[in-house]
């Protein structure tokens, strides 16, 4: 790889991608070479035009139910993703070296003292695991959102109130961990260059309360329950499967029927109360995103068959 200035340098990975894009008409707008963590990185950004795609199953919808003990469950029979084992790993492994970091003589702005030798050399330590965590994060959610922006015509997901959930601090970790925001924002890019869309149910729609079967609405579902069993027509399925179902036939009953002409930008979803159509599954209110309102038709109550397209 040539960059001006510095001329012809290697490069650790491999520039293929970015080789093949330049053949095919690509134009590099700029570099930027930065030094994080131990290491030199080249970032490029480049102008390039996308040819229109289809997704390999343009008519396929799936629901993804996002979790903290099990990353994504689907709709469809695909195989549960869970949170990468390589990942907990490298987070105990921070933890032990952010322990030994706080028992060195690190520095102190009031008292003007320097870092010690071996604080230094524990906090690069700590530093370069860090980074190893979040790079592993990285990748593990661009690989889910990738495969399913490139296979699925239709995604729904659910709109998880990640800020307000990031208030229980038990909760804030794995949930920040797992990256829920992120992947939302991934597929809504990445279905975009892909040609399919992104759905997102409001988050008063009770997507793990909901019987997939018959469609009865529990009163009560506790977290710690996994399994959800049905009352009135016996259906016993796993609980974040029987949430991805829910998902997936929300769209096909909302968006199916209705067609995108039903589109109305009132732009937001305030009215309904946290304790009504969709009881606690999340609860803190929270600012809708700027985002077009589809409203269904719907057999109960009409409030909890949103769905928020945010594209
Ligand atoms: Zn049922």
Redesign the pocket.
């Known amino acids: 790889m040539v960059l001006p200035v510095l001329g012809r340098i290697k490069t650790h990975e491999r520039v293929t991608k970015i080789a093949r894009l330049l053949t095919e008409g690509a134009r590099i707008a700029s570099a930027t070479v930065r030094w994080q963590e131990g290491r030199w990185h080249v970032s490029f950004t480049v102008h390039t035009e996308r040819p229109p795609a289809t997704p390999a199953r343009p008519v396929a919808v799936i629901g993804v139910d996002l979790g903290i003990k099990t990353l994504a469950v689907f709709s469809d029979g695909r195989p549960p993703i869970a949170n990468p084992r390589h990942l907990n790993n490298a987070m105990r492994k921070l933890r032990r070296l952010s322990r030994a970091v706080s028992r060195k003589h690190g520095p102190d702005r009031r008292t003007g003292q320097k870092p010690s030798q071996r604080w230094r050399r524990a906090n690069a330590a700590r530093n370069r695991a860090e980074h190893r965590v979040a790079a592993l994060r990285r990748d593990g959610i661009h690989q889910l959102t990738t495969s399913l922006a490139r296979t699925y015509g239709t995604i729904v997901v659910e709109d998880l109130n990640v800020a307000g959930m990031i208030r229980n601090r038990r909760l804030a970790q794995a949930i920040s961990d797992a990256g829920f925001g992120e992947i939302r924002r991934q597929l809504a890019y990445k279905t975009g260059w892909h040609g399919g869309r992104l759905l997102v149910a409001s988050r008063w729609f009770p997507s793990s309360k909901t019987?997939s079967?018959?469609?009865?609405v529990k009163a009560k579902l506790p977290l710690r329950v996994r399994t959800y069993v049905?009352e009135?027509?016996?259906?016993s399925m796993d609980r974040d499967e029987n949430a991805a179902h829910n998902l997936a036939s929300l769209v096909e009953r909302t968006v199916a029927g209705s067609g995108p002409e039903t589109i109305n930008g009132r732009g937001a979803d305030h009215k309904t109360p946290p304790g009504g159509a969709g009881g606690r599954e999340t609860s803190t209110p929270h600012r809708a995103p700027a985002a077009r309102i589809r409203r269904g038709p719907s057999p109960t109550t009409g409030e909890s068959l949103r769905i928020l397209e945010t594209q």
């Open positions: 019987c079967s018959c469609g009865v049905c009135g027509c016996g259906l």
